[in-house]
């Protein structure tokens, strides 16, 4: 059971609106249900219900659904109601996801174009070799001159390709699903997920997308006044990169040996840039470390707007250059034996 992004949003402002303007969590509930659309939104609201009713707190309701709503909105929404401030506490939570959807739109619309690119161009090199070369090429292998090489490595492509197909797509298949079951190893998914911020162009995106999460929640947390360890622990959990996640547990243990977040920071330049430590050191020893985290998420969030604009522009050229080989490859092994039957034919 879940929640779509859009249906946390209106959960959590509704529920703020409502609770700012004096309505009983209960009631406020009750209203939020009839609205609801979705069969999970309606089972989940009915749950909360069903629990503030017998006298628990909304975040102990929340508890059991921890998967859906997240850690880090389950200790918003208690910090608010032990503090008295829910309903600030739950447009804080609303402004968050929201910002977090925006962040994700920009990142899978800057990915679009390059990955249709690709996805297209390797759609094209199948029809290509399954359908449209094996009934050109066998004309070529009755030429009595010797065929160049650009010709003779197409035509064993598409032999190959045409006799062997079976063996290579179940090949394949094997490959990712022993790539997908590695991937669910603990070790192997830290591997990944830190040397994807290795990739050119993409690993810089992923980068700044986890720093503006992080760095946003964390000041969040500790403007709500939830201790330092925890919220690392929760901003850990929070991480869909397995590299950061580990990152910020091991943070949060050595605080309780008493070494500074930024120290950590400094040790790590794979995973944190070094302009991060450097703002996170001012914070702490200005007892301004929720102000400054949010000042690294804005501007954090200005370079990933940059790159989302920029990025097509950056990737365009490679990707025209790849297709250029590919096709003038193509049109090579396929026009010089034509060029050489009309030089033969010659008087």
């Not at 859906?68 to 939570?93: D, H, M, P, Q």
């Not at 990915?111 to 249709?116: A, G, Q």
Request: glycine residues 6%; positive net charge; proline residues 3%.
């Amino acid at each position: 059971m879940r929640l779509s992004a859009q249906e946390q949003i209106l959960f959590a402002k509704r529920l703020a609106l409502l609770h700012k303007a004096g309505v009983p969590i209960l009631t406020a509930l009750k209203l939020l249900k009839k609205q609801a659309r979705s069969k999970a939104s309606i089972h989940i609201i009915d749950h909360l219900y069903t629990q503030v009713e017998n006298g628990k707190h909304l975040s102990t309701g929340m508890e059991k659904y921890k998967k859906v709503f997240g850690e880090f909105a389950v200790n918003i929404v208690r910090v608010g109601e032990i503090s008295g401030t829910l309903s600030e506490n739950l447009g804080y939570l609303a402004e968050e996801l929201k910002k977090r959807q925006e962040l994700k739109r920009k990142i899978v619309s800057a990915l679009i174009y390059p990955i249709f690119i690709v996805f297209a161009t390797i759609g094209i090199i199948i029809l290509l070799v399954a359908y449209v070369f094996p009934k050109i090429l066998p004309v070529f292998q009755t030429f009595k001159f010797q065929l160049p090489w650009a010709t003779r490595s197409l035509i064993a492509v598409t032999t190959g390709f045409g006799h062997f197909w079976p063996h290579i797509l179940g090949g394949l298949s094997i490959l990712i699903i022993a790539i997908f079951l590695l991937l669910r190893l603990n070790r192997i998914r830290v591997w990944f997920d830190r040397n994807l911020l290795r990739l050119p162009f993409l690993g810089r995106l992923l980068q700044n997308y986890q720093i503006i999460n992080s760095t946003r929640t964390l000041s969040l947390l500790l403007k709500s006044d939830v201790k330092i360890i925890e919220a690392l622990e929760i901003v850990a959990d929070a991480s869909t990169n397995l590299a950061y996640r580990q990152s910020f547990n091991s943070m949060a243990k050595k605080m309780t040996r008493g070494e500074k977040i930024s120290t950590s920071l400094e040790n790590d330049e794979v995973l944190f840039p070094v302009i991060l430590s450097g703002m996170v050191a001012i914070g702490e020893v200005t007892g301004k470390l929720s102000d400054a985290l949010l000042y690294l998420a804005e501007m954090f969030e200005d370079e990933l707007n940059d790159q989302t604009r920029n990025l097509t522009t950056s990737i365009e050229p490679v990707l025209m250059i790849f297709m250029g080989v590919l096709v003038g490859f193509i049109a090579i092994s396929i026009i010089t034996p034509i060029y050489n039957i009309t030089q033969n034919l010659r008087p």
